[in-house]
């Protein structure tokens, strides 16, 4: 749907920001709608590109004046593409990116646009990390409030975990504070309950002491794969937790540092990134799972942990052309094998992955009903990411995302919120959270956001 905004709306707007408005008639404004999926084309009324909080009440205060539905964009990953809309307004928080550190406290404040690589960069002058995604580019906003997952999850917990508090701006234009002291059920609801409760434009998370990883890079050929997924099945629930890991079905990147003979070659390949204290610890560690068969390729460095957190932007860059579908995977059974074996080799375009992460351990240890974050005690998370590199092979990278994701469902339990395709809006309620969560969610939506203002998201719906 288009909405086109009288210049005196516009102006009014304008009138009562400090931030950029942007509108279908300025320059600026088709770059600042594009959002990271570069299959989303949407067409906002107005972009108001904020500054501070109150520029936020402004925000909502307008659209809801004008009857306009809200999109809200952090870094803009998510991947129905949330981040903007039609005939909408836009609440752009990217020019909020700043980060304050306090290493005495082993706490960092972070304002709602900053992506991981501002948040990454700043803690790590001080030696210290939080569990923070894989991909730097990415926004904390969406991400924490999802959930979570990173290579530090393991041994910290999810991201939602870790964060200690939040300054929220409702819809109906309160600046509220949630912490385990002040609105405890907004506090709860936040750690995994998405963008439904009002836009956050600060968050305070816990931090720990992690400067240097070791990253672990083990390939091996395509038909190598079922060896060492039943290796990667055998020691992903004993592994150190200590090490995150992700085993991925990829094309080899044309990088230096791998064989020219290897690029482009589908591979199998195993990330690990431990924080163990020496470098043989490290590499003991991931070692049943990379002496499963001959392996093409190897290497194993000491890398900053920002380094690492930023190895794999290049596989998902601005832009991306992508389809994506997810399942949690409790046990990597003969019959899951078979489906992830059968997968790799129907893999139509060259750029489409399969990632299965490992992870348990800390995650597993936080009481079910603590955040709303479901299916905490599952060992595996297996994302298709079906991504193609011109539109003639669309078709059929989405047919074997949706192909792969059939096969694998009846091994699964669930889903994860911020992996959820724009196709799937019931597995929000039956997948992600479950009916006791869901209704507590429901119930804290009827709270703070009764006319469902904010529902561009997985969206749960006022009780």
């Known amino acids: 749907m288009s909405q086109v905004l009288s210049s005196s709306a516009a102006d009014a707007l304008r009138n009562s920001i400090q931030g950029e408005v942007i509108t279908p008639e300025d320059a600026a404004y088709d770059d600042a709608r594009k959002v990271w999926n570069g299959t989303v084309d949407r067409r906002p009324a107005v972009i108001a590109r904020c500054l501070s909080d109150q520029d936020v009440v402004a925000a909502i205060a307008f659209a809801r004046k004008h009857d306009l539905p809200i999109a809200v964009r952090g870094g803009g990953h998510s991947l129905p593409g949330y981040s903007v809309c039609d005939g909408g307004l836009v609440i752009d928080l990217s020019a909020l990116r700043k980060v304050q550190v306090d290493p005495a406290t082993q706490r960092a404040k972070a304002q709602g646009g900053a992506l991981w690589s501002d948040f990454d960069a700043a803690t790590h002058a001080h030696g210290l990390a939080t569990p923070g995604g894989?991909?730097?580019?990415?926004?904390?906003?969406?991400?924490?409030?999802?959930?979570?997952?990173?290579?530090?999850s393991r041994r910290h917990g999810l991201?939602?975990?870790?964060?200690?508090?939040?300054?929220?701006?409702?819809?109906?234009?309160?600046?509220?504070?949630?912490?385990?002291?002040?609105?405890?059920?907004?506090?709860?609801?936040?750690?995994g309950?998405?963008?439904?409760?009002?836009?956050?434009?600060?968050?305070?998370?816990?931090?720990?002491?992690?400067?240097?990883?070791?990253?672990?890079?083990?390939?091996?050929?395509?038909?190598?794969?079922?060896?060492?997924?039943?290796?990667?099945?055998?020691?992903?629930?004993?592994?150190?937790?200590?090490?995150?890991?992700?085993?991925?079905?990829?094309?080899a990147p044309p990088a230096p540092f791998v064989p020219e003979q290897l690029h482009f070659a589908p591979v199998w390949a195993l990330a690990a990134v431990s924080s163990a204290p020496t470098p043989d610890e490290a590499a003991a560690a991931s070692e049943p799972v990379r002496r499963a068969a001959t392996p093409v390729f190897e290497?194993?460095?000491?890398?900053?942990?920002?380094?690492?957190?930023?190895m794999l932007d290049e596989g998902a860059p601005h832009g991306s052309l992508i389809y994506q579908k997810a399942e949690w995977v409790p046990e990597l059974s003969a019959g899951a094998i078979d489906a992830l074996v059968a997968s790799a080799a129907a893999k139509p375009s060259p750029m489409a992955q399969i990632h299965v992460w490992n992870l348990g351990g800390a995650v597993a240890r936080v009481a079910d009903d603590a955040t709303p974050f479901g299916n905490r005690g599952t060992q595996h998370m297996v994302d298709i990411q079906g991504l193609w590199p011109e539109p003639g092979l669309e078709e059929a990278t989405r047919a074997w995302t949706r192909t792969t994701f059939d096969a694998l469902?009846?091994?699964?339990?669930?889903?994860?919120?911020?992996?959820?395709?724009?196709?799937?809006?019931?597995?929000?309620k039956r997948d992600v959270y479950g009916e006791a969560r869901y209704r507590r969610l429901s119930e804290l939506k009827r709270q703070y956001d009764p006319a469902n203002v904010f529902r561009l998201n997985q969206n749960i719906e006022p009780a």
């Open 134 to 152: 894989a991909i730097s580019h990415t926004g904390i906003g969406g991400l924490t409030l999802g959930g979570g997952m990173g290579w530090l």
């Open 159 to 191: 991201t939602c975990d870790n964060l200690l508090g939040a300054s929220v701006v409702t819809a109906d234009g309160r600046v509220l504070r949630a912490s385990a002291d002040e609105n405890p059920d907004l506090y709860w609801g936040l750690r």
């Open 193 to 251: 309950g998405g963008g439904n409760f009002g836009v956050v434009t600060e968050f305070e998370y816990a931090l720990h002491p992690i400067a240097l990883v070791n990253l672990s890079l083990t390939m091996f050929a395509q038909d190598d794969g079922r060896s060492v997924l039943e290796a990667f099945a055998t020691w992903s629930p004993d592994a150190p937790e200590s090490t995150g890991a992700i085993l991925l079905f990829m094309n």
């Open 299 to 310: 290497m194993a460095t000491p890398m900053p942990y920002p380094a690492v957190q930023s």
């Open 409 to 428: 469902t009846p091994f699964g339990s669930g889903a994860y919120v911020n992996f959820i395709s724009e196709d799937d809006p019931e597995r929000t």
